[in-house]
Structures are given as C-alpha cells and as structure tokens.
C-alpha cells in the first residue's frame, strides 16, 4: 500500500487535489455503505455494515482529533466516513481509503473487504490488524481537519503540506512500540535543513515519507508554528529551514 500523490493534469488540479488517495492494487467499486451512527465527537457520522466497524472507524477518528486538536486542528463542520465492502477507485488508481474534500467525505474498505481483495495486505510494513485500519482512518479523517482548518483560500492546500500533517498523525496514534518497528523497518532520518518535503518522494516511498516527517517534527522546538505554516502552504512543495 502507498499513499499516492497523484500525477494532475493542468486544468483539474483543484478538484483532483482535494481528494486524497491511500493506494493498492485493487480493482474498480460499487461502494456501499450501512444506516449511520454519530460517535463521541458528534460532527463525526459512521455508516459501515457491522457495529465492531462503526466503533473502530470512531475510535480511529478520536484519536485523530484528539492528536490534531493539540495544534488548533478541530471539526468544524459534520464529517462523513463510509466504511465499504468494495475497492475504492479514482482514475487509474484503486485505494484502501480517501479523502473528498468537496463533501468532507472519507471513504475507507473495511478490514475484511482489504483481505478479500489483497493477499496479506502490509500497512507501513506491517500486517493489517486493528492498529494499522485505525492509522488507515485516522489519516483520511486528518484530511478533513486539515481541509477545514486551512489558511490557503481558495482550497486546495499544498499537497506536501497535506500529506505531512496527515502522515505524521497516522504515525502518532500508533503505541509507541509498534511505531518503533515502522521506525526501524523504514531505516531514514528526519528531514533535515535544506531537504524539499515533495509528493514526488511520498509516491515514491510513503512509509519513508511518513516516518521521515515523524522525526522531523519530534525535533521542532515550536511544533504548532510548523502546523500553522503547512496550513498557508500553497505548494506542492515544503523548504525544510
């Protein structure tokens, strides 16, 4: 699974960029979705076919609030997440999850629909189990914090600046120790003075792009400045000062 960037072409990059895509080779959906609840957070509604999805898919998304809402991230609008039973497809690319910021709607397959379709699925290195489909979540609901909170009108943000921050909480709900195996498996450092954050590197490699933003923002002295300058980021790009 990668998270994917995706190639644009001119003239339907608003529209492409406000939808963000969690990679693998599936095949093309017909996605269904069950009656909704709304958990804790009530701007969040789940509608998935089993109770045990629902509350995975609210305790993913508490923890991506809870995390975001240390930087002055917060709901402030309703957020929709469909847990489905089919692959998730945009273009040429078919997906474990995503993102559509024109209707704040996160789309994400449940557990068994991903083994159905992908023979052990990895996620970050790692078999897919509860932690790993909760980052999975975690991450498109983090795109819908970011899209809301953003300082850059008229929308899209900077795609870099999106998949830092939505990289980076995926990596921080995870226990400390098996975000400590993704670490090691992914064998990089943090981004350092003078590195480019580009979406050409998270196509490439995204569990190094992840973790690589992990550490860099475990290092920063002021880490909620950082946020509030991805925030106003335009570009496809973040300078590393």
Same mark, same amino acid.
């Given at each position: 699974?990668?998270?994917? !960037?995706?190639?644009?072409?001119a003239g339907r990059w608003t529209r492409a960029i406000c939808i963000s895509i969690l990679?693998?080779?599936? %095949? @093309?959906?017909? $996605?269904?979705?069950?009656?909704?609840?709304? /958990?804790?957070? @009530?701007?969040? #509604?789940?509608?998935?076919?089993?109770?045990?999805? #629902?509350?995975?898919?609210?305790?993913?998304?508490?923890?991506?609030?809870?995390?975001?809402?240390?930087? !002055?991230? +917060?709901?402030?609008?309703? =957020?929709?997440? +469909? %847990?489905? #039973?089919?692959?998730?497809?945009?273009?040429?690319?078919?997906?474990? !999850? @995503?993102?559509? /910021?024109? +209707?704040?709607?996160?789309?994400?397959? @449940?557990? *068994?629909?991903?083994?159905?379709?992908?023979?052990?699925?990895? =996620? +970050?290195?790692?078999?897919?189990? *509860?932690?790993?489909?909760?980052? %999975?979540?975690?991450? #498109?609901?983090?795109?819908? $914090? %970011?899209?809301?909170?953003? *300082?850059v009108f008229p929308l899209p943000l900077g795609t870099a600046a999106q998949e830092y921050l939505a990289s980076l909480t995926q990596m921080s709900i995870m226990p400390q120790e098996i975000r400590g195996k993704v670490i090691r498996s992914a064998n990089v450092g943090p981004w350092e003075s003078g590195d480019v954050i580009s979406s050409t590197y998270m196509e490439i490699a995204p569990v190094r792009f992840a973790v690589k933003s992990y550490l860099h923002f475990q290092k920063l002295p002021v880490p909620a400045k950082f946020v509030d300058e991805l925030l106003r980021s335009k570009s496809r790009y973040v300078y590393v000062e």
């Amino acid at each position: 699974m990668r998270i994917d !960037g995706l190639p644009r072409p001119a003239g339907r990059w608003t529209r492409a960029i406000c939808i963000s895509i969690l990679t693998a080779s599936l %095949i @093309s959906p017909r $996605l269904v979705a069950a009656e909704s609840i709304l /958990c804790n957070n @009530s701007n969040v #509604e789940v509608a998935a076919q089993t109770s045990e999805i #629902e509350k995975e898919a609210c305790t993913a998304s508490d923890l991506a609030i809870e995390f975001r809402s240390k930087y !002055g991230l +917060n709901t402030k609008r309703q =957020v929709r997440i +469909n %847990i489905v #039973e089919q692959p998730i497809h945009y273009r040429s690319y078919s997906a474990y !999850g @995503s993102y559509d /910021c024109l +209707n704040d709607l996160v789309q994400v397959m @449940s557990p *068994q629909a991903i083994h159905q379709t992908t023979p052990a699925p990895l =996620v +970050n290195y790692q078999p897919l189990d *509860q932690i790993q489909y909760r980052g %999975i979540v975690a991450h #498109e609901v983090a795109h819908a $914090l %970011i899209h809301q909170n953003s *300082q850059v009108f008229p929308l899209p943000l900077g795609t870099a600046a999106q998949e830092y921050l939505a990289s980076l909480t995926q990596m921080s709900i995870m226990p400390q120790e098996i975000r400590g195996k993704v670490i090691r498996s992914a064998n990089v450092g943090p981004w350092e003075s003078g590195d480019v954050i580009s979406s050409t590197y998270m196509e490439i490699a995204p569990v190094r792009f992840a973790v690589k933003s992990y550490l860099h923002f475990q290092k920063l002295p002021v880490p909620a400045k950082f946020v509030d300058e991805l925030l106003r980021s335009k570009s496809r790009y973040v300078y590393v000062e």
